[in-house]
């Protein structure tokens, strides 16, 4: 059965960055499509970013529009883990992160089988 557990949320000024960790442990995440959500009190689960693994060990990455040029996904086989790289932080990317997994790659919510707990990312103007 395959776990995740997201990690690196904290509070931050504008402008800052910070790094999310997804690490897996079960399963190989790399047999997994990945992809990151977020979620405020007032809306619903939003996609931010995934992942999908090509052979040789290779990536490709989808974004969605608000967050492209400022978050980068990445993966580590090595590690089990999945990042997210958030750069020029903004108040309006204030929301709890969460890390998904399953056998393809959607953006809607609904689609993806495994979630991890969410990791809350503040942003102060």
């Known amino acids: 059965q395959l776990q995740l557990v997201e990690s690196g949320g904290g509070l931050v000024q504008a402008g800052a960055s910070l790094r999310l960790s997804c690490a897996a442990s079960?399963?190989?995440?790399?047999?997994?499509?990945v992809a990151w959500f977020r979620q405020t009190p007032e809306k619903e689960r939003d996609f931010v970013s995934a992942i999908n693994w090509s052979a040789r060990n290779t990536y490709y990455a989808t974004y969605a529009d608000s967050v492209k040029g400022r978050f980068t996904i990445s993966g580590d086989n090595a590690k089990n883990t999945v990042y997210l790289q958030m750069s020029s932080l903004k108040p309006e990317d204030t929301a709890v992160y969460y890390c998904?997994?399953?056998?393809?790659?959607?953006?809607?919510?609904?689609?993806?089988?495994?979630w991890g707990q969410g990791t809350l990312v503040t942003v102060s103007s």
């Open positions: 998904a997994a399953g056998g393809a790659s959607y953006r809607t919510s609904q689609k993806w089988p495994y």
């Open positions: 079960g399963c190989t995440i790399s047999s997994f499509a």
